[in-house]
Nanobody, 123 residues
Framework: IQLTESGGGLVQSGDSLTLSCAGS????????MGWFRQAPGKEREFVAA????????TYANFAKGRFTISRDNTKYAMWLQMNSLKPDDTGVYYC?????????????????WGQGTQVTVSS
């Protein structure tokens, strides 16, 4: 499966942004999907994940109440709605696909990654 992120940009603190992840049609609906981010000099960290059918969604603590993950298998797409953005949310955001059950929270569980999209939140 090939993944392509889009929707990143430069926003101000408190703004909202929606990231998109487009997947190739082949087997998209069979993959759990997740969002991760990586700030300069830091390791890639978990943001949110959803099961293959969207029935399970899990979030990092910093994302709860501010971010919403969703997917539409008929469109081979996943989104991350981010509200009340903070400067600490700055980083490159990646989408990943995993062929296991559930909604994995660990990067090593993911088999495929997109190239990432930059999100910069200014104070």
């Amino acid at each position: 499966i090939q993944l392509t992120e889009s929707g990143g940009g430069l926003v101000q603190s408190g703004d909202s942004l929606t990231l998109s992840c487009a997947g190739s049609p082949s087997s998209f609906s069979s993959y759990a999907m997740g969002w991760f981010r990586q700030a300069p000099g830091k390791e890639r960290e978990f943001v949110a994940a959803t099961s293959w059918d969207g029935g399970i969604a899990t979030y990092a603590n910093f994302a709860k109440g501010r971010f919403t993950i969703s997917r539409d298998n008929t469109k081979y797409a996943m989104w991350l709605q981010m509200n009340s953005l903070k400067p600490d949310d700055t980083g490159v955001y990646y989408c990943g696909a995993d062929d296991h059950n559930g909604a994995p929270r660990r990067a090593y569980e993911y088999d495929y990654w997109g190239q990432g999209t930059q999100v910069t939140v200014s104070s």
